[in-house]
């Protein structure tokens, strides 16, 4: 890993950037997995890959290979000539965004970038984080004055568990702080993925990766909410969805589900909120999908609480599925927690199972067998017992829309 010109560093070795650092291997890179998670690193390290789309065989070999490498030290970015940040940026207590893990990566990186290094970053932020946070953090903590860094966002798009759309199919939006730092943002990954889309600079591709995700946030809260209002009078929402989906042009198909999940739909619209409001404005129809999402869980506590017969002596409730989607064991913000939360707030005992997870939040799933008066799906994960729960006669609530043909089983 000699060659400082093809060799990339990238800080944060999870769900984006494991991938990241397999589809540059592919592409020829050397690349260097910085990753500051003890359990992570040694895991790695050890071969085994912690992120579901990236195979433990493709680590190991790119190990053996000598292509990749994971090390804990961040002074070994100075091996690089390109640095890529891809760590969490999530929301603070009062859902506002918390950028303290990325200043804690650029302040770490910047003494050790050497003159030339170009520094990229893929977390998903409000625009102006690279030109006013991060930018400036690197001038001040960079070891001399002479050393010249070049600086791009390029927002990650990736899509846990999407077996279609991955590093090299998706296209890749690139805007740097100045021509330079576009074009060399631009080159590094167009060796990476089929096709770049360049923007005049940093804030637009930041506002473009808020605006997909704002795109979703606000599309579920419209359809969650036309359940609820279809559900009050009797009409059946999955009808009045498939049929506005027969229009072949200006409709995109969206249903209704337990809420949102995950590091990005719940996330980064609020990073948008944020920014309107520091600016003296609103974005209220984010904040309204946002409530609505939110309240999703506590809706669907309402619905499975009323599928508990009336005999039934107790009122146990089983959740299936408690990752944020199918496909992935990642539980990070998911609205099962709300659901869970509310259940217990009205009295029921709650047991939970979900293929892909064994631990969450320090509690370990229920058997098959479990006991219980009513259950709801809140994820589709693959190799679920739900035909064998509702088998039994336990009535079962399908936020998914995967069991309604089932017996037993009523759609959300
Ligand atoms: N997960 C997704 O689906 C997705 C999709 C698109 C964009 N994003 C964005 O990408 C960014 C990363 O998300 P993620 O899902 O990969 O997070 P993640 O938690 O899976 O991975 C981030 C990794 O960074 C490590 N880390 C944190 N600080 C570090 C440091 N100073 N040095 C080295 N390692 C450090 C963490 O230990 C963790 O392993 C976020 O901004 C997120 O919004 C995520």
């Known amino acids: 890993m000699s060659d400082r010109g093809k060799t990339v560093a990238i800080i944060g070795q999870g769900y984006v950037g494991l ?9 020829g890179w050397s690349v260097i997995g910085v990753e500051n998670s003890r359990a992570k690193y040694e895991g790695i390290a050890a071969g085994v890959s912690p992120v579901e789309d990236v195979s433990s065989d493709l680590v190991k070999g790119a190990m053996a290979a000598g292509k990749y490498r994971i090390t804990n030290d961040v002074s070994d970015v100075a091996d690089a000539s390109i640095v890529v940040i891809c760590v969490p940026t999530p929301l603070n207590d009062a859902r506002e965004p918390d950028l303290a893990i990325l200043e804690s990566a650029v302040s770490g990186i910047a003494p050790y970038l050497v003159n030339g290094t170009l520094v990229i970053s893929e977390s998903t932020s409000y625009p102006g984080t690279v030109r006013d946070v991060v930018a400036p953090m690197i001038e001040r903590l960079k070891s001399s004055s002479d050393v010249a860094i070049d600086v791009a966002a390029a927002p990650e798009r990736v899509n846990p568990g999407d077996v279609k759309y991955h590093q090299k199919n998706t296209p890749r939006l690139v805007g740097g702080l100045d021509a330079v730092s576009t074009k060399r943002a631009v080159d590094f990954y167009n060796t990476i993925c089929d096709e770049v889309v360049q923007v005049s600079q940093p804030e637009v591709a930041e506002t473009a990766k808020l605006l997909e995700n704002t795109f979703r946030l606000v599309n579920i809260a419209l359809v969650n909410q036309l359940a609820q209002l279809c559900a009050d009078q009797n009409i059946n ?3 009045v969805i498939d049929a506005a989906a027969t229009k072949p042009y200006g409709y995109m198909k969206f249903t209704p589900s337990v809420g949102v999940g995950g590091h990005c739909i719940p996330v980064d619209p609020m990073y948008l909120s944020w920014w309107a409001e520091k600016n003296g404005s609103k974005a209220t129809i984010i904040d309204e999908s946002d409530a609505i999402n939110l309240g999703m869980p506590i809706y669907v506590s309402k619905r499975v609480r009323e599928l508990i017969p009336a005999s039934a002596k107790t009122k146990r409730v089983l959740i299936m599925g408690v990752a944020y989607k199918p496909g992935v064991s990642d539980v990070r913000e998911t609205p099962a927690t709300s659901l869970r939360d509310d259940l217990i707030a009205q ?22 067998d479990w006991e219980c008066d009513a259950a709801v799906v809140a994820t ?3 190799g679920m017992p739900v035909a064998a729960i509702a088998g039994r006669g336990v009535p079962v609530l399908d936020c998914t829309g995967s069991f309604a043909h089932l017996e037993n089983v009523t759609r959300l």
């Open 19 to 27: 991938p990241l650092a397999m589809a540059a291997v592919d592409a």
């Open 237 to 239: 929402v999955h009808e």
């Open 347 to 368: 009295g029921c005992e709650v047991g939970w199972l979900d293929p892909l997870v064994s631990e969450w939040e320090g509690l370990t799933p229920v058997s098959v």
């Open 380 to 382: 589709a994960q693959p």
